[in-house]
């Protein structure tokens, strides 16, 4: 038997994510925030002249503020990625990932003033769109509900108290995850009677 690089989105994201920390660990271990933890985080002042903000909406996602945040973050990305991946294809599965991370990014500088950074939005999108594997056009998964209800009520709930966390993220991540369900499950169920048609 041998290691496969079986979910290569996922896998490549995670060493991504994990990469950033060790360097960012490693290079400016005594600044809370150094110059290359910056690079990963969103703020929310930006300059429209300034080519790094734009980097930063994207690159936000890949940033964590410590090892605990890290594996929080990817201990639910490794069990449910991969389930993903297979179902709706790396390709479409990074488009999700890169919108997820932009709305996110973009609606945090129009609307927060403190800075963001780490993957709890895109966990929150895959933990909404795993409740639509079963997608079938013209019905609304109860398991989409019942999820939906369950973390986005928690965190609305949450963000009645101010914390650390970034409930607004994890909001705007779970919504991303609804449409996407929506969208992609369409799709492929489109895709599929045009290939049982063409069989036909």
């Known amino acids: 038997m041998k290691v496969t690089y079986n979910s290569p989105v996922i896998l490549t994201f995670t060493f991504l994510c994990t990469t950033v920390l060790l360097i960012t660990q490693g290079v400016e271990p005594e600044k809370p925030i150094g110059v290359f933890a910056q690079a990963f ?7 429209k002249t300034n080519p790094m903000d734009y980097f930063r909406i994207v690159s936000h996602s890949l940033g964590h503020a410590n090892w ?5 973050n990817l201990s639910l990305i490794l069990v449910i990625g991969p389930i993903l991946e297979e179902k709706y294809g790396s390709l479409n599965l ?8 932009i709305v996110t990014g973009v609606l945090n500088i129009l609307f927060s003033d403190t800075a963001l950074l780490g993957a709890s939005g895109i966990v929150f999108m895959f933990i909404i769109l795993s409740s639509f594997v079963n997608f079938r056009q013209g019905q609304i ?14 965190e609305v709930m949450q963000g009645l ?3 650390s966390i970034s409930q607004f993220t994890h909001i705007i991540g779970g919504i991303c995850g609804g449409i996407f369900g929506f969208i992609v499950g369409n799709k492929k169920i489109k895709k599929e009677e045009i290939s049982n048609e063409v069989v036909a």
């Open 41 to 47: 985080m969103v703020f929310p002042a930006f300059e």
């Open 141 to 154: 998964p109860l398991t989409f509900i019942l999820v939906f209800i369950l973390y986005i009520g928690k």
């Open 161 to 163: 108290n101010e914390d």
């Open 68 to 72: 605990l945040h890290l594996f929080g």
């Open 94 to 101: 990074l488009a999700m990932m890169l919108i997820t991370a």
